[in-house]
């Protein structure tokens, strides 16, 4: 196992053989880049190192402006786009990061695919998400519009398999396609609580080896919520009918659900009337689905670029630095604004609706990082107020940017659509899962609290390093506690709360995500979301103890408390995960916390698409 020297894995690396002089990039960082991002040559040999990275992005980026400012403004906003990745202040989605500037120059982390009623459009949808997948992109899906299992198919007579049938053609694509051999295929696949072929879906998931490309989520009503909390029947409706095939008790479906979700991890729940209430585009249709990891809500082949400020860089001397947030914002909307006109879209229909509303979506990595930066517990009140007054310093100024964007370029074409007045953009916030992104940055997840204060990461080849929170080494140093001995036993659990010799003051602010109450979870996702445009990614994690009833109590929140949806993982309930505790890492008799090369705290899922 690396130990490095004097713990100090976070330091910055200067490497003549990459050619790094970059604000603290460790050692995984490092490696993720070369294995997933860097350039290669035809034999797969690493022929381009991060700055030259940084360069090639920024560079094609800031082409956008041609067509609206002097070749000398161009240079300097392609400066402003390398500097504020290069300092790992911002960085935009992986496709951005992996294929600007090259060939493929598929840049959008997210796309929503329409399934339609006849084996033509299901398997246009197949070839679509291929595309897409291939391209570093990840798709979700409405199957709510086929025809339930068993109905008899007028054109051949035939009887109709259903949706969960044709999903497994999109899983076992998914396999194959591997996308492209740099990205996992990952996929949200929705069906509506009142199709006929509902309780099948909540179910599959049992089965852990099927459907392993695939988030599930549910997508419930008002209507069918508050049938819950009053135990009434409600109608399953078929999609080609329109009739009422039979009925089902609300609560009983709702506590499948629930059931389903502690013993494996799904379904999740979308709240698609809470989503509908704030879609900008309600002239455009109905939202019925959303990206693999829930965040971005889009109409039929819509797709959305994201990136992340990393808020740990905003934390200045023990404070908010709010005129660097506020310039980071201003660059942030910029950048992604000019992804949508620079970006090589993998269908015409694609390009011509995502170009006509010209979403985007600007949000946050290093959120546990400042938390513990400014000496605030994750689980507090402060911590929650705080989360409120950033999302909504962000979006103010978000929407600020792409006003005066849209003063310089124009309006987004749907603007007489929608409820909106002077926007560049029909949305420019969301919080993503930032996976691989926030390895980059050496930051915490989206705004997820940590996953672990010490663990052991496998990187490469069975290489194994002990990874320590850099803002706990320091502490730890200052406060004269810090060796070799005291890392090891907290790797073992990735808490400090047993541990006798730390003290209070610092427990309470090295929260682990398994050391926090599920409701303190869902209280965050919902202080981000009130000021988020579209959706927030959130992981309400439960220790492997917790029971049904605690999963209920969080789905019921996270209604009530107005978030768009929700995703829970319970420890132990997925057959692959990429956190575990002392199952595959032991040394020396010893077991520990290990995590693999690209899990930073927020997707516990093997593919987490940002």
């Not at 007028?154 to 694509?173: C, E, L, Q």
């Not at 309006?411 to 007045?421: D, G, Q, T, V």
């Amino acid at each position: 196992m690396v130990f490095q020297k004097k713990y100090k894995q976070s330091k910055t690396i200067k490497d003549k053989k990459r050619g790094v002089r970059l604000q603290s990039l460790n050692l995984n960082a490092l490696t993720v880049l070369e294995r997933r991002y860097l350039l290669k040559n035809k034999e797969g040999k690493v022929v381009e190192n991060p700055k030259k990275m940084f360069k090639r992005v920024a560079r094609n980026v800031a082409k956008a402006d041609l067509k609206y400012s002097n070749k000398k403004d161009v240079k300097k906003f392609e400066q402003e786009f390398y500097e504020v990745m290069s300092n790992l202040e911002f960085l935009p989605n992986s496709p951005t990061l992996m294929n600007a500037g090259t060939r493929i120059g598929q840049l959008s982390a997210c796309y929503v695919i329409p399934v339609h009623d006849s084996i033509k459009e299901i398997f246009e949808a197949v070839k679509t998400m291929a595309v897409v997948h291939q391209s570093g992109g990840g798709t979700g899906f409405d199957f709510s519009h086929l025809r339930p299992k068993g109905e008899i198919v007028k054109s051949t007579k035939g009887i109709a398999s259903g949706p969960i049938s044709f999903m497994r053609v999109f899983d076992i694509t998914t396999d194959v396609i591997k996308q492209g051999g740099r990205r996992r295929g990952a996929n949200m696949g929705i069906l509506r609580v009142d199709h006929p072929d509902i309780m099948e879906f909540i179910k599959i998931k049992g089965n852990q080896n099927e459907f392993t490309n695939f988030n599930l989520s549910v997508t419930v009503t008002d209507k069918f919520m508050k049938d819950v909390t009053k135990g009434k029947k409600y109608p399953l409706v078929n999609p080609m009918t329109k009739k009422v095939e039979r009925w089902l008790n609300a609560r009983e479906v709702f506590n499948e659900i629930v059931k389903s979700a502690w013993e494996t991890g799904d379904p999740g729940l979308v709240f698609i009337d809470e989503i509908n209430r704030k879609n900008p585009l309600p002239k455009l249709g109905r939202i019925e689905a959303t990206n693999p990891c829930g965040e971005q809500p889009l109409l039929p082949y819509e797709s959305c670029n994201l990136g992340s400020i990393n808020l740990s860089r905003m934390v200045e001397k023990g404070k908010i630095d709010w005129n660097k947030l506020r310039k980071t914002v201003r660059i942030g909307v910029h950048f992604l604004d000019n992804v949508i006109d620079v970006n090589k879209y993998p269908l015409k229909k694609v390009k011509d609706i995502t170009s006509a509303n010209r979403k985007i979506g600007l949000g946050v990595m290093g959120f546990a990082d400042m938390l513990i930066k400014l000496q605030i517990p994750y689980d507090s009140e402060k911590a929650v107020k705080l989360a409120g007054r950033i999302m909504s310093f962000i979006q103010k100024e978000a929407k600020k940017t792409s006003k005066n964007l849209a003063k310089k370029k124009g309006a987004f074409p749907n603007i007489k659509k929608s409820k909106l007045k002077g926007m560049r953009n029909a949305t420019v916030t969301t919080i993503a899962p930032t996976g691989s992104i926030s390895i980059i940055a050496g930051a915490s997840s989206g705004i997820e609290p940590l996953f672990a204060v010490a663990f052991v990461r496998n990187i490469l080849s069975g290489t194994r390093m002990l990874e320590v929170n850099p803002l706990f080494l320091k502490m730890a140093e200052e406060r004269g506690i810090l060796n070799k001995r005291l890392l090891l036993e907290i790797a073992k659990k990735g808490s400090i709360q047993h541990i006798k010799r730390v003290p209070k003051d610092m427990k309470k602010i090295f929260v682990t995500a398994l050391d926090i109450k599920p409701e303190w979870h869902i209280r965050m996702q919902a202080a981000f979301q009130k000021h988020t445009d579209n959706a927030v990614s959130k992981t309400v994690n439960f220790p492997k103890n917790a029971t049904v009833n605690d999963v209920k109590k969080s789905y019921m929140r996270a209604y009530k408390m107005k978030c768009k949806g929700i995703t829970i993982f319970k420890y132990g309930s997925k057959k692959e995960q990429v956190l575990y505790f002392g199952k595959n890492i032991k040394l020396k008799g010893k077991k520990f916390v290990g995590a693999e090369s690209e899990f930073s705290g927020g997707c516990p899922y093997p593919f987490c698409p940002h």
